[in-house]
T-cell receptor, first 115, second 111 residues
Framework: ETGVTQTPRHLVMGMTNKKSLKCEQHLGHNAMYWYKQSAKKPLELMFVYSLEERVENNSVPSRFSPECPNSSHLFLHLHTLQPEDSALYLC??????????????FGPGTRLTVT | KNQVEQSPQSLIILEGKNCTLQCNYTVSPFSNLRWYKQDTGRGPVSLTIMTFSENTKSNGRYTATLDADTKQSSLHITASQLSDSASYIC??????????FGTGTSLTVIP
């Protein structure tokens, strides 16, 4: 197991529900990421929080809303999701220094099913 | 366009045999290349990381190679074990903290 934890591990929600995914890293990193992993597709980067700056993939629908209260915690707020949003949602963290891309450490993921 | 392509998409081998997974990329400017192992239902775990000047790097039974001229990398698994069954993902980083993921190779090791 890595120093990145995610809760819950599994989530089933209806399209009208509101839920949140939580990620916590214990590695002292200064950047955190949300990825979506669908079957037979590459990981899709959704959001990056780095040094209190937020970077997002413009193709991510507004029904996904990230929150990063500090460098150790990252949330993904979900509302009015669609069945095609069912996927494994992975959180990762890394140490970012200038333009250097250091290794990302991944959490175990949250398996989300939208009914 | 920055892309990472992996082959084969899936592979089945007998326990104890060797195998090689391929990764071709067009990412520029190149920073480094990583191979991850992802067990079913788990997050990816790093196996190796290679920079521009490194040709070969080993981690136990895993050996990664990098040819920066042809923009190709391979992951060689020696004496496979049942626990090697997983998805292997190639990730290429560009400067500026950009990460590009391959679709992965699904490896199944059978007894």
């Amino acid at each position: 197991e890595t120093g990145v934890t995610q809760t819950p591990r599994h989530l089933v929600m209806g399209m009208t529900n509101k839920k949140s995914l939580k990620c916590e890293q214990h590695l002292g990193h200064n950047a955190m990421y949300w990825y979506k992993q669908s079957a037979k597709k590459p990981l899709e980067l959704m959001f990056v929080y780095s040094l209190e700056e937020r970077v997002e993939n413009n193709s991510v629908p507004s029904r996904f809303s990230p929150e990063c209260p500090n460098s150790s915690h990252l949330f993904l707020h979900l509302h009015t999701l669609q069945p095609e949003d069912s996927a494994l949602y992975l959180c990762a963290s890394s140490q970012r220094q200038g333009l250097n891309s250091y290794e990302q450490y991944f959490g175990p993921g949250t398996r989300l099913t939208v009914t | 366009k920055n892309q990472v392509e992996q082959s084969p998409q899936s592979l089945i081998i007998l326990e104890g045999k060797n195998c090689t997974l391929q990764c071709n990329y067009t990412v520029s400017p190149f920073s480094n290349l990583r191979w991850y192992k992802q067990d079913t239902g788990r997050g990816p775990v790093s196996l190796t990381i290679m920079t521009f000047s490194e040709n070969t790097k080993s981690n136990g039974r895993y050996t990664a190679t990098l040819d920066a001229d042809t923009k190709q990398s391979s992951l060689h698994i020696t004496a496979s074990q049942l626990s090697d069954s997983a998805s292997y993902i190639c990730v290429v980083s560009a400067t500026g903290n950009q990460f590009y993921f391959g679709t992965g190779t699904s490896l199944t090791v059978i007894p």
